[in-house]
């Protein structure tokens, strides 16, 4: 069965950090350029970081940019955010997926970007 799961969401305090984890398993995520994604309620999912097949080209949303981090460890199998500095509005259900393709171009359309996606992982910031 071909599916990406993330956890390492949960509740932190504003300030606070969390580590999102998407692993892979039934194929391998070597071939394929990996996105976050999230979705607060009542908004549309929006593309929140992107990295290339390699790791050498990663992509930020203004919003994030200085604060999250992203890497992949194409031998384990898993793609990484780090998220620092977390504020109320980063809440939301974060998803991870993966697009055959060498770099990012489009993942911030996601309707669009994606052959798989994972089920989410709920990020709550709040004191």
């Known amino acids: 069965q071909l599916q990406l799961v993330e956890s390492g969401g949960g509740l932190v305090q504003p300030g606070g950090s969390l580590r999102l984890s998407c692993a892979a398993s039934?194929?391998?995520?070597?071939?394929?350029?990996i996105g976050w994604f999230r979705q607060a309620p009542g908004k549309e999912r929006e593309g929140v970081s992107c990295?290339?097949?390699?790791?050498?080209?990663?992509n930020y949303a203004d919003s994030v940019k200085g604060r999250f981090t992203i890497s992949r460890d194409n031998a384990k199998n898993t793609v990484y955010l780090q998220m620092n500095s977390l504020k109320p509005e980063d809440t939301a259900v974060y998803y991870c997926?993966?697009?055959?393709?060498?770099?990012?171009?489009?993942?911030?359309?996601?309707?669009?970007?994606?052959?798989?996606w994972g089920q989410g992982t709920q990020v709550t910031v709040s004191s």
């Open positions: 997926a993966a697009h055959k393709s060498y770099y990012c171009s489009g993942y911030a359309a996601p309707d669009t970007w994606g052959d798989y």
């Open positions: 039934g194929f391998t995520l070597d071939y394929y350029a």
């Open positions: 990295i290339s097949r390699r790791g050498g080209s990663t």
